[in-house]
């Protein structure tokens, strides 16, 4: 049963428009979440995370938002890069060192 | 880049045969996971390491087994390859509790 879910399998934004992306949580106990970014034939990378003590944290172009009491949390990108085409993947953690994945949406920045 | 090196990049075995996959880290990192990648699926955790020695079960661990002899390098071993655990794997590593984890560019692996 899958504890992160990302309901939107891609996205297609205009450059320098907004990108938002969603994922929904189902167990309460995750504390610690993160966004990964991943182009085809590499790992994914790190872009940010937030703990459950705040419901806002922004880094450059990239915030996350989360909502405890809708288990839901959002990535926005702004503005929106052609090199941000690319998979994105939402995690969690329960403070246990492991991480659960959604299973990504794929983001398409039209020129 | 956190310095991770998964090896090999690519392999193509038969049904039965055992395979291993290293990853190898300069982090000096504590914490070091594997992952397989599906579609559909995200990436799902196979096992993980705390420690040298110290490994413990993910929530794909059948048929998978970890070693850990030094802090840094963390084998995967498919005892018996079977159809189904071709994919791609992806080692990673942390520092600890609420750390990111970074991850290395992937083995994909084909059983045929």
């Known amino acids: 049963d899958q504890q992160v879910k990302q309901n939107s399998p891609s996205l297609s934004v205009q450059e320098g428009r907004i990108s938002i992306l969603n994922c929904d949580y189902t167990?309460?106990?995750?504390?610690?979440f993160l966004w990964y970014k991943k182009y085809p034939a590499e790992g994914p990378t790190f872009l940010i995370s937030?703990?459950?003590?705040?419901d806002k944290n922004e880094d450059g172009r990239f915030t996350v938002f989360l909502n405890k009491s809708a288990k839901h949390l959002s990535l926005h990108i702004v503005p929106s890069q052609p090199g941000d085409s690319a998979v994105y993947f939402c995690?969690?953690?329960?403070?246990?060192?492991?991480?659960?994945f959604g299973a990504g949406t794929t983001v398409t920045v039209r020129a | 880049d956190a310095g991770i090196t998964q090896s090999p990049r690519h392999k193509v075995t038969e049904t039965g045969t055992p395979v291993t996959l290293r990853c190898h880290q300069t982090?000096?990192?504590?914490?070091m996971y594997w992952y397989r990648q599906d579609p559909g699926h995200g990436l799902r955790l196979i096992h993980y390491?705390?420690?040298?020695?110290?490994?413990d079960k993910g929530e794909v661990s059948d048929g998978y087994s970890v070693s850990r002899s030094k802090t840094e390098d963390f084998l995967l071993t498919l005892e018996s390859a079977t159809s189904s655990q071709t994919s791609v794997y992806f080692c990673?590593?942390?520092?600890?509790?609420?750390?990111?984890?970074?991850f290395g560019d992937g083995t994909r692996l084909s059983i045929l």
């Open positions: 167990n309460s106990m995750f504390d610690y």
């Open positions: 990673a590593i942390s520092e600890g509790q609420y750390q990111p984890q970074h």
């Open positions: 982090e000096n990192h504590r914490y």
């Open positions: 995690a969690a953690s329960a403070g246990d060192y492991k991480l659960s």
């Open positions: 937030i703990s459950s003590i705040k």
């Open positions: 390491s705390y420690g040298v020695k110290d490994t």
